[in-house]
Nanobody, 124 residues
């Protein structure tokens, strides 16, 4: 059974950085896509970044140039480096994998296995 556990969330001031990590157990990282989503209070869950099987990375426009996704096959983790964080980046961040779609991008319905989330708060 595949399980995902996120870590690295916390409180940071605007302009600061955080590094989130998604630890995958029960499988290798050989999924068609592994992504990070976030859900701000009162809003729908949105796709932030995904890394697909061939190593290509995709980002939402709101985080391009600030966030970087990477995967470490030896550690079986997928990280999200977040720089220049802003208050609008606040939310619960979720890791998810796609085991059924051939070419997933950043839609919630393309991902079928989810972690429990980690809270990120950006505030002065």
């Amino acid at each position: 059974q595949v399980q995902l556990v996120e870590s690295g969330g916390g409180l940071v001031q605007p302009g600061g950085s955080l590094r989130l990590s998604c630890s995958v157990s029960g499988a290798t990282l050989d999924f068609s896509g592994i992504a990070w989503f976030r859900q701000a209070p009162g809003q729908e869950r949105e796709g932030i970044s995904t890394i697909v099987r061939d190593g290509n990375q995709y980002y939402a426009d709101s985080v391009k140039g600030r966030f970087t996704i990477s995967k470490d096959n030896a550690k079986n983790t997928v990280d999200l480096q977040m720089n220049n964080l802003q208050p609008e980046d606040t939310g619960v961040y979720y890791c998810a994998v796609s085991s059924t779609w051939l070419f997933p991008l950043l839609r919630v319905d393309e991902y079928d296995i989810w972690g429990q989330g980690t809270q990120v708060a950006v505030s002065a």
